[in-house]
């Protein structure tokens, strides 16, 4: 019953004027995975090229059937790859009127990290073998998400100002050490993690 609820937004979805079937064949080898619908349907299949570019933000899926589809992140809640045992996550958020695919690098109840690279068209491999640590400075931005707020970008000029801003309720002891060495910019995911560590103990305190 509940199947036969949400078929008919699924339809809507592939019968959108925004999603486009893909011609053709890709340049790279897709990974196993799965998008998530806006009604929370999990569809399995492949993840092929993820394009984000100014105003031309898309994911190729191939359904488990070999259609292919070209997807704008605000048709679905987002998608993930599965390898191995691990799962890669992207969602879909909105900054300024445009949506993106945002990388999940760290989730918690108080904070949750995304990145997403500046431009350009990526194959999972070209995205998963990024050593996400000297990307920091240069190709990639960085998107805090405080509980259910919007996410709002991580500023490289005035990066410490901007951190200690935002830890100092919770986790001022964190906030005090933002701009020495182990905490600088490039070491954003390890102060997020560290926060959401001080927010789970603190929550219910503060």
Do not use: C
Not at 15 to 44: C, E, Q, R, W
Not at 175 to 189: C, S
């Amino acid at each position: 019953m509940l199947l036969r609820k949400q078929l008919p937004d699924f339809v809507a979805l592939l019968l959108s004027v925004l999603l486009i079937l893909l011609p053709g064949s890709i340049s790279a080898d897709p990974i196993h995975g799965y998008i998530i619908t806006k009604d929370n349907l999990k569809l399995t299949g492949a993840i092929g090229r993820i394009d984000n570019q100014r105003e031309q933000n898309r994911v190729l899926y191939i359904n488990d059937f070999g259609s292919r589809y070209s997807l704008r992140p605000e048709l679905i809640k987002g998608f993930v790859f599965v390898v191995e045992d691990r799962e890669i996550i992207y969602e879909t958020r909105k900054e300024k009127e445009l949506w993106y695919f945002l990388r999940v690098l760290s989730r918690g109840e108080g904070m949750t990290l995304y990145a997403d690279p500046l431009d350009g068209t990526q194959t999972f491999e070209e995205r998963d073998q990024v050593d996400w640590e000297e990307a920091n400075d240069h190709s990639y931005r960085y998107y805090l998400q405080i509980r259910r707020r919007s996410p709002i970008k991580v500023k490289r000029l005035g990066f410490r100002k901007q951190i200690k801003s935002l830890l100092q309720r919770r986790a001022p002891e964190l906030a005090e050490k933002i701009g020495q060495p182990g905490f600088r910019y490039r070491d954003l995911q390890q102060i997020i993690e560290a926060y959401n560590e001080s927010y789970r103990k603190t929550r219910f305190i503060i």
